[in-house]
């Protein structure tokens, strides 16, 4: 490992993201050997154990020289769970001071846009209770009111606060909560972070994304989602999780043919690819510098660039 970047303490966090496809893991496993540095993965999906293949729990990709890197929050909860970004934000507190007690340096990787901001910009997430008196007042009000309500806490930008009535109760419970308890203690550690951005052109994406598909069904992506079928886990839960186990749950079912099965799956992988950049450009249209590298560079200029900007 390069002992001169051990004890650099201009950043207490690196920050290496992407979309799908973009080989964030691989970079991120070389950039924390030389920084004497941990993983912490921020992706949605990873933390469900026995989600392997579809997930892309690539787990050779933290093998650097024969050094195995150590990477947290992967294999965190059983399928069938739902995990939310409250819990990982304090899932992710506790794994960035583990690391750092320990002396090494986190590096966060992942492409969950809201995951990621939620954890470096400290937003203020709470376990927010259930405000049953509340939801009885609110049970007659139709949409188009429970939004007004809702627009009058705060703005509305995420437009699944506005399309789903369960989301829409919570999402007032939520700002209701805050309304009334106005001196919650919210400590965040300070963060100093680094983001570093890995992308390909449009079509490179799309070329990366269908061949990355192709492989993970010929290792046995279909069998992994008839496993977890057939231990229990239920094809509406599977199916909330989206992409290759909602497409291949309605392919197991006979709800599509192999064909129609892949070619939806790989349309809608394309689409998520591009609302990942849609994310990460607006995080830099409120202010966020991300360094981008261009993902043909060969791994080892890109450490180096790396490098390069923690030392600059």
Same mark, same amino acid.
């Given at each position: ?26 970079? &991120?496993?070389?950039? &924390?050997?030389?920084?004497?540095? =941990? ?5 949605s999906r990873q933390v469900y154990k026995k989600m392997n293949i579809g997930t892309g729990k690539d787990y ?77 007042r609110l049970k007659s009000l139709s949409m188009k009111e429970l939004t007004s309500m809702l627009s009058s ?9 506005t399309s789903i009535r369960k989301s829409l109760l919570r999402a007032i419970e939520i700002q209701t909560y ?44 279909? =069998? ?19 992409? =290759? ?68």
């Open positions: 490992m390069n002992s001169n970047f051990k004890n650099n303490q201009t950043y207490n966090l690196i920050t290496v993201l992407g979309p799908t496809a973009s080989g964030k893991t691989i970079l &991120a496993a070389h950039i &924390a050997y030389h920084l004497n540095g =941990e993983i912490i993965s921020a992706d050779e990709d933290y093998v650097v020289r024969d050094t195995a890197i150590p990477f947290h929050l992967i294999d965190l909860v059983d399928p069938g769970y739902i995990y939310n970004v409250y819990e990982f934000q304090c899932d992710f507190l506790k794994a960035f001071d583990n690391i750092r007690q320990r002396g090494k340096k986190p590096i966060l990787c992942g492409g969950s846009g809201m995951y990621i901001e939620a954890v470096v910009k400290g937003y203020k997430l709470i376990n927010v209770p259930v405000n049953k008196d509340l939801r009885k806490f705060k703005k509305l930008h995420n437009i699944s606060d805050y309304l009334e308890n106005p001196d919650i203690d919210f400590n965040y550690p300070e963060i100093k972070n680094l983001f570093i951005g890995v992308k390909y052109d449009r079509d490179s994406r799309r070329q990366r994304i269908t061949e990355r598909l192709k492989n993970r069904l010929d290792n046995r992506l279909v =069998e992994e989602v008839e496993s977890l079928l057939n231990e229990g886990v239920t094809p509406e839960q599977l199916i909330y999780y989206g992409l =290759e186990y909602k497409y291949i749950t309605l392919y197991i079912q006979n709800k599509l043919s192999c064909d129609e099965m892949f070619t939806k799956l790989n349309t809608a992988i394309h689409q998520f690819a591009k609302r990942q950049m849609t994310w990460f450009r607006r995080m830099e249209r409120n202010g966020t510098k991300i360094h981008w590298l261009n993902g043909y560079m060969p791994l080892e200029d890109k450490v180096k660039e790396v490098l390069f900007l923690i030392k600059k």
